[in-house]
């Protein structure tokens, strides 16, 4: 099997900064593309930021320039620096990993229990 851990969510102030992480454990041949989502309260997940195995990354237009995403390959590991947060980037955090595991031939999607972000105003 395959776990996704994510950690550091948090409460913050309007304009401040948090960094997630998330690390991917259990048995993994290879970790193809990573990528973080939100979910705010009544509404659908979607994507936040996505990175390639070979470091390629891409944004929603609301985050860009505030949001870096990046990546461990060594510990299986995708962050998210968060700056000049906003009210608005409130809502539970999602990794998410396509993994090929030992002895499989076939891709399969991981996601994270997921990370609350408050920003206050």
């Known amino acids: 099997q395959v776990q996704l851990v994510e950690s550091g969510g948090g409460l913050v102030q309007a304009g401040g900064s948090l960094r997630l992480s998330c690390t991917a454990s259990g048995s993994i041949f290879r970790i193809n593309d990573m990528g973080w989502y939100r979910q705010a309260p009544g509404k659908q997940r979607e994507l936040v930021a996505g990175i390639t195995s070979g470091g390629s990354t891409s944004y929603a237009d609301s985050v860009k320039g505030r949001f870096t995403i990046s990546r461990d390959n060594a510990k299986n590991t995708v962050y998210l620096q968060m700056n000049s947060l906003k009210p608005e980037d409130t809502g539970v955090y999602y990794c998410?990993?396509?993994?090929?595991?030992?002895?499989?031939?076939?891709?399969?999607?991981?996601w994270g229990q997921g990370t609350q972000v408050t920003v206050s105003s």
């Open positions: 998410k990993a396509d993994v090929v595991r030992r002895g499989w031939v076939s891709v399969q999607d991981y």
